[in-house]
C-alpha cells in the first residue's frame, strides 16, 4: 500500500459533520455539500471552509465577499442528498427547498437551524478544492440536534465526479 493509499484509509474513517455552504453571485443563489471545514481559530473567531473546483459554487461563487455555512441536522438527509447529489448547472437546488435571504442577499436554508454568515477574509488553493477563510458577521444557533455526517454522505452520488 503506498502512501496516498495509506492516508486514505487514515482519513477516510474519520468521522465529523457535513455542511451545506450557500452564497449569492449576483442574481444566481449557489450551494453545495461540503466535508472539509474547521474552525481554525477562537480569538479571533476564524473557520476555513474548503470548495471543490468541480463544483458549480465555487466556479461562480469563488469572488463573493459571504458564505453562509449551514450544519446540517441528522433528520435531513433529502438536504444533504439535494445539496450533495445533484449540480446547480442542471437543477434550481433552492426551488426544492424553503430558505430566505441573509447577509450580503446569500441564501439560508430554513430547514438548518444552526448556521454562520462569514466574511472571506482570505482564499487559497489547496489542492483540488479552495480554502476560504471566514471571519463570523451573522449566526444562528437554535437546535442541539446531532448533524448529518461525513459516513452517511459517503453515499451520496456527487452532482459533479471529483
Same mark, same amino acid.
Given at each position: 500500500?503506498?502512501?496516498?493509499?495509506?492516508? @486514505?484509509?487514515?482519513?477516510?474513517?474519520?468521522?465529523?459533520?457535513?455542511?451545506?455552504?450557500?452564497?449569492?453571485?449576483?442574481?444566481?443563489?449557489?450551494?453545495?455539500?461540503?466535508?472539509?471545514?474547521?474552525?481554525?481559530?477562537?480569538?479571533?473567531?476564524?473557520?476555513?471552509?474548503?470548495?471543490?473546483?468541480?463544483?458549480?459554487?465555487?466556479?461562480?461563487?469563488? @469572488?463573493?465577499?459571504?458564505?453562509?455555512?449551514?450544519?446540517?441536522?441528522?433528520?435531513?438527509?433529502?438536504?444533504?442528498?439535494?445539496?450533495?447529489?445533484?449540480?446547480?448547472?442542471?437543477?434550481?437546488?433552492?426551488?426544492r427547498c424553503a430558505w430566505h435571504d441573509g447577509p450580503e442577499g446569500a441564501?439560508?436554508?430554513?430547514?438548518?437551524?444552526?448556521?454562520?454568515?462569514?466574511?472571506?477574509?482570505?482564499?487559497?488553493?489547496?489542492?483540488?478544492? @479552495?480554502?476560504?477563510?471566514?471571519?463570523?458577521?451573522?449566526?444562528?444557533?437554535?437546535?442541539?440536534?446531532?448533524?448529518?455526517?461525513?459516513?452517511?454522505?459517503?453515499?451520496i452520488d456527487p452532482g459533479h465526479e471529483a
Open positions: 500500500m503506498d502512501l496516498a493509499e495509506r492516508f @486514505d484509509a487514515l482519513v477516510g474513517d474519520l468521522e465529523y459533520p457535513m455542511f451545506i455552504v450557500t452564497a449569492r453571485a449576483g442574481d444566481e443563489r449557489l450551494g453545495c455539500l461540503v466535508g472539509f471545514a474547521t474552525q481554525s481559530s477562537i480569538d479571533p473567531p476564524r473557520f476555513v471552509v474548503c470548495l471543490s473546483h468541480v463544483n458549480r459554487t465555487y466556479r461562480r461563487g469563488r @469572488d463573493t465577499g459571504v458564505l453562509v455555512v449551514h450544519c446540517v441536522p441528522e433528520h435531513a438527509p433529502e438536504l444533504a442528498e439535494l445539496f450533495g447529489g445533484e449540480t446547480g448547472d442542471e437543477v434550481d437546488k433552492f426551488a441564501p439560508i436554508l430554513d430547514d438548518c437551524p444552526n448556521w454562520f454568515a462569514g466574511r472571506v477574509l482570505w482564499r487559497h488553493d489547496a489542492g483540488d478544492h @479552495d480554502a476560504f477563510l471566514l471571519e463570523p458577521i451573522a449566526a444562528e444557533a437554535r437546535s442541539q440536534e446531532g448533524e448529518f455526517t461525513f459516513h452517511r454522505a459517503k453515499r
